[in-house]
Protein backbone atom coordinates (compact mmCIF):
# COMPACT_ATOMS: atom_id res chain seq x y z
CA UNK A 1 0.00 0.00 0.00
CA UNK A 2 0.86 3.66 -0.37
CA UNK A 3 3.74 4.65 2.36
CA UNK A 4 5.49 8.18 2.81
CA UNK A 5 7.72 8.73 5.89
CA UNK A 6 8.67 11.94 6.20
CA UNK A 7 12.09 12.95 7.72
CA UNK A 8 14.35 15.54 8.90
CA UNK A 9 12.29 17.39 11.74
CA UNK A 10 13.96 19.18 14.50
CA UNK A 11 14.99 22.38 16.61
CA UNK A 12 16.16 25.22 14.66
CA UNK A 13 16.98 28.56 15.44
CA UNK A 14 15.49 31.72 13.54
CA UNK A 15 17.29 32.07 10.26
CA UNK A 16 18.62 28.73 10.19
CA UNK A 17 18.25 25.82 7.31
CA UNK A 18 16.72 22.54 7.62
CA UNK A 19 16.22 19.96 4.86
CA UNK A 20 12.86 17.60 4.83
CA UNK A 21 12.86 14.20 2.89
CA UNK A 22 9.95 11.90 2.06
CA UNK A 23 10.50 8.40 1.13
CA UNK A 24 7.98 7.14 -0.75
CA UNK A 25 6.75 3.08 -1.37
CA UNK A 26 3.98 1.73 -2.73
CA UNK A 27 3.34 3.32 -5.74
CA UNK A 28 5.18 4.28 -8.97
CA UNK A 29 6.45 7.60 -7.48
CA UNK A 30 7.89 9.01 -10.55
CA UNK A 31 4.49 8.94 -12.33
CA UNK A 32 2.71 10.94 -9.41
CA UNK A 33 2.92 14.82 -8.56
CA UNK A 34 3.64 15.46 -5.04
CA UNK A 35 3.31 17.81 -2.53
CA UNK A 36 4.30 19.64 1.20
CA UNK A 37 1.36 20.79 3.37
CA UNK A 38 2.25 22.20 6.93
CA UNK A 39 0.20 22.59 10.44
CA UNK A 40 1.34 24.62 13.01
CA UNK A 41 0.27 23.78 16.63
CA UNK A 42 -3.26 23.54 16.90
CA UNK A 43 -3.44 25.38 13.62
CA UNK A 44 -5.45 24.19 10.40
CA UNK A 45 -3.73 22.67 7.01
CA UNK A 46 -1.60 25.12 5.32
CA UNK A 47 -0.34 24.15 1.33
CA UNK A 48 3.22 24.85 0.98
CA UNK A 49 4.74 23.60 -2.10
CA UNK A 50 4.02 21.19 -5.36
CA UNK A 51 6.20 19.59 -7.62
CA UNK A 52 4.85 18.05 -10.88
CA UNK A 53 6.05 14.05 -11.35
CA UNK A 54 8.60 15.46 -13.86
CA UNK A 55 9.90 17.77 -11.93
CA UNK A 56 9.30 20.50 -14.77
CA UNK A 57 6.84 22.56 -12.34
CA UNK A 58 7.33 23.46 -9.03
CA UNK A 59 4.56 26.18 -7.19
CA UNK A 60 4.79 27.73 -3.66
CA UNK A 61 2.33 29.75 -1.31
CA UNK A 62 3.70 33.25 -0.74
CA UNK A 63 4.62 32.76 2.14
CA UNK A 64 7.59 30.63 1.92
CA UNK A 65 8.39 31.77 -1.71
CA UNK A 66 12.24 32.64 -2.01
CA UNK A 67 12.69 30.61 1.12
CA UNK A 68 11.98 27.02 0.47
CA UNK A 69 12.76 25.02 -2.47
CA UNK A 70 10.67 21.54 -3.61
CA UNK A 71 12.49 18.91 -4.96
CA UNK A 72 12.90 15.13 -5.87
CA UNK A 73 14.89 12.62 -6.88
CA UNK A 74 13.28 9.96 -8.36
CA UNK A 75 16.12 6.91 -8.53
CA UNK A 76 15.57 7.33 -4.37
CA UNK A 77 11.50 7.46 -4.55
CA UNK A 78 12.09 10.70 -2.42
CA UNK A 79 10.45 13.85 -2.03
CA UNK A 80 12.40 17.16 -0.44
CA UNK A 81 11.99 20.20 1.18
CA UNK A 82 14.77 22.55 1.80
CA UNK A 83 14.34 25.46 4.19
CA UNK A 84 16.21 28.60 4.55
CA UNK A 85 16.07 31.52 6.52
CA UNK A 86 13.72 30.25 8.90
CA UNK A 87 11.41 32.26 10.73
CA UNK A 88 9.06 31.36 14.11
CA UNK A 89 5.93 31.25 12.09
CA UNK A 90 7.23 28.19 10.06
CA UNK A 91 6.83 26.25 13.47
CA UNK A 92 4.93 23.12 12.10
CA UNK A 93 4.09 19.56 11.51
CA UNK A 94 4.90 19.28 7.98
CA UNK A 95 3.32 16.64 5.85
CA UNK A 96 5.03 14.62 2.44
CA UNK A 97 1.32 14.27 0.20
CA UNK A 98 1.15 12.42 -3.13
CA UNK A 99 -0.85 14.19 -6.01
CA UNK A 100 -3.61 13.05 -7.50
CA UNK A 101 -3.11 11.94 -11.46
CA UNK A 102 -4.82 15.13 -12.60
CA UNK A 103 -2.54 17.18 -10.67
CA UNK A 104 -4.73 20.21 -10.26
CA UNK A 105 -6.82 17.85 -7.98
CA UNK A 106 -5.36 18.22 -4.82
CA UNK A 107 -3.59 15.73 -2.56
CA UNK A 108 -4.41 12.21 -1.98
CA UNK A 109 -2.29 9.99 0.58
CA UNK A 110 -0.59 11.30 3.19
CA UNK A 111 2.05 10.74 5.55
CA UNK A 112 2.46 11.07 9.32
CA UNK A 113 4.44 14.31 8.96
CA UNK A 114 7.83 15.27 10.79
CA UNK A 115 7.19 18.52 13.39
CA UNK A 116 9.89 21.65 12.85
CA UNK A 117 10.41 24.19 15.48
CA UNK A 118 12.18 27.13 14.75
CA UNK A 119 12.98 28.62 17.96
CA UNK A 120 16.26 30.22 19.67
CA UNK B 1 -3.64 33.95 -1.22
CA UNK B 2 -6.31 33.80 1.50
CA UNK B 3 -7.69 30.61 3.14
CA UNK B 4 -11.23 29.77 1.86
CA UNK B 5 -13.65 29.94 4.63
CA UNK B 6 -15.34 27.67 6.59
CA UNK B 7 -17.70 27.46 9.51
CA UNK B 8 -15.33 26.71 13.09
CA UNK B 9 -18.02 24.31 14.11
CA UNK B 10 -20.95 22.57 13.04
CA UNK B 11 -22.51 19.79 15.31
CA UNK B 12 -25.62 17.26 15.22
CA UNK B 13 -26.38 14.38 16.49
CA UNK B 14 -26.43 10.51 16.14
CA UNK B 15 -28.08 9.78 12.80
CA UNK B 16 -28.58 13.37 11.49
CA UNK B 17 -26.95 15.15 8.61
CA UNK B 18 -24.76 17.96 8.58
CA UNK B 19 -23.78 20.01 5.47
CA UNK B 20 -20.34 21.52 5.88
CA UNK B 21 -19.93 24.86 3.69
CA UNK B 22 -16.53 25.98 1.82
CA UNK B 23 -16.79 29.32 0.33
CA UNK B 24 -13.64 30.54 -2.13
CA UNK B 25 -13.66 32.83 -5.15
CA UNK B 26 -14.24 32.71 -9.09
CA UNK B 27 -10.43 31.99 -8.82
CA UNK B 28 -10.82 29.25 -7.06
CA UNK B 29 -13.80 27.28 -5.71
CA UNK B 30 -15.87 28.87 -8.72
CA UNK B 31 -13.31 28.16 -11.51
CA UNK B 32 -12.59 24.57 -11.45
CA UNK B 33 -14.33 21.40 -10.15
CA UNK B 34 -10.75 20.50 -8.07
CA UNK B 35 -12.67 20.88 -4.88
CA UNK B 36 -11.72 18.28 -2.39
CA UNK B 37 -12.57 17.39 1.42
CA UNK B 38 -10.13 15.92 3.94
CA UNK B 39 -11.27 14.62 7.40
CA UNK B 40 -8.60 14.98 10.08
CA UNK B 41 -9.15 12.99 13.94
CA UNK B 42 -6.64 14.34 16.84
CA UNK B 43 -2.88 13.49 16.55
CA UNK B 44 -4.08 12.03 12.79
CA UNK B 45 -2.76 13.07 8.82
CA UNK B 46 -5.72 13.91 7.04
CA UNK B 47 -7.62 11.69 4.52
CA UNK B 48 -9.12 12.49 1.53
CA UNK B 49 -13.24 12.26 1.78
CA UNK B 50 -14.30 13.70 -1.62
CA UNK B 51 -12.12 14.66 -4.61
CA UNK B 52 -13.26 16.59 -7.67
CA UNK B 53 -16.41 18.16 -6.04
CA UNK B 54 -18.10 15.11 -5.53
CA UNK B 55 -16.49 11.94 -6.15
CA UNK B 56 -15.85 9.01 -3.61
CA UNK B 57 -12.13 7.15 -2.64
CA UNK B 58 -12.66 4.00 -2.24
CA UNK B 59 -12.94 2.62 0.86
CA UNK B 60 -14.81 6.17 1.86
CA UNK B 61 -18.52 5.59 2.87
CA UNK B 62 -21.43 6.84 0.93
CA UNK B 63 -22.34 8.97 3.95
CA UNK B 64 -20.45 11.47 2.86
CA UNK B 65 -21.44 13.19 -0.19
CA UNK B 66 -19.93 16.37 -1.84
CA UNK B 67 -21.47 18.97 -4.08
CA UNK B 68 -20.25 22.78 -5.25
CA UNK B 69 -22.85 25.98 -6.42
CA UNK B 70 -21.14 28.82 -7.68
CA UNK B 71 -18.29 29.69 -5.23
CA UNK B 72 -18.92 27.65 -2.56
CA UNK B 73 -18.22 23.87 -1.95
CA UNK B 74 -20.33 21.81 0.69
CA UNK B 75 -19.71 18.65 2.67
CA UNK B 76 -22.89 16.74 3.76
CA UNK B 77 -22.19 13.59 6.33
CA UNK B 78 -25.51 11.91 6.81
CA UNK B 79 -26.72 8.99 9.20
CA UNK B 80 -24.02 10.95 11.67
CA UNK B 81 -22.11 8.76 13.86
CA UNK B 82 -20.04 8.98 16.79
CA UNK B 83 -16.63 8.22 14.41
CA UNK B 84 -17.15 11.41 12.28
CA UNK B 85 -16.41 14.14 15.12
CA UNK B 86 -13.27 15.13 13.40
CA UNK B 87 -11.74 18.39 11.84
CA UNK B 88 -12.78 18.59 8.11
CA UNK B 89 -11.10 20.62 5.50
CA UNK B 90 -11.86 21.97 1.97
CA UNK B 91 -9.14 22.20 -0.76
CA UNK B 92 -9.46 23.64 -4.17
CA UNK B 93 -6.67 24.45 -6.92
CA UNK B 94 -6.40 28.08 -7.91
CA UNK B 95 -5.36 29.99 -10.70
CA UNK B 96 -3.77 32.73 -8.81
CA UNK B 97 0.14 31.71 -8.41
CA UNK B 98 -0.14 29.60 -5.55
CA UNK B 99 -1.53 26.35 -6.71
CA UNK B 100 -3.51 25.18 -3.98
CA UNK B 101 -5.58 26.37 -1.15
CA UNK B 102 -7.05 25.14 2.00
CA UNK B 103 -10.31 26.16 4.02
CA UNK B 104 -10.35 27.17 7.51
CA UNK B 105 -11.14 23.84 8.70
CA UNK B 106 -14.17 22.98 10.66
CA UNK B 107 -14.60 21.22 13.94
CA UNK B 108 -17.78 18.59 13.73
CA UNK B 109 -18.83 17.45 16.78
CA UNK B 110 -21.46 14.62 18.06
CA UNK B 111 -24.10 15.62 20.05
Known amino acids: QVQLVESGGGVVQPGGSLRLSCAASGFTFSSYAMHWVRQAPGKGLEWVAFIRSDGSSKYYADSVKGRFTISRDDSKNTLYLQMNSLRGEDTALYYCARGRRIEAAGPDCWGQGTLVTVSS | QSALTQPASVSGSPGQSITISCTGT?????????VSWYQQHPGKAPKLMIYEVSNRPSGVSNRFSGSKSGNTASLTISGLQAEDEADYYCSSYTTSSNFCVFGTGTKVTVL
Open chain 2, 26 to 34: SSDVGAYNY
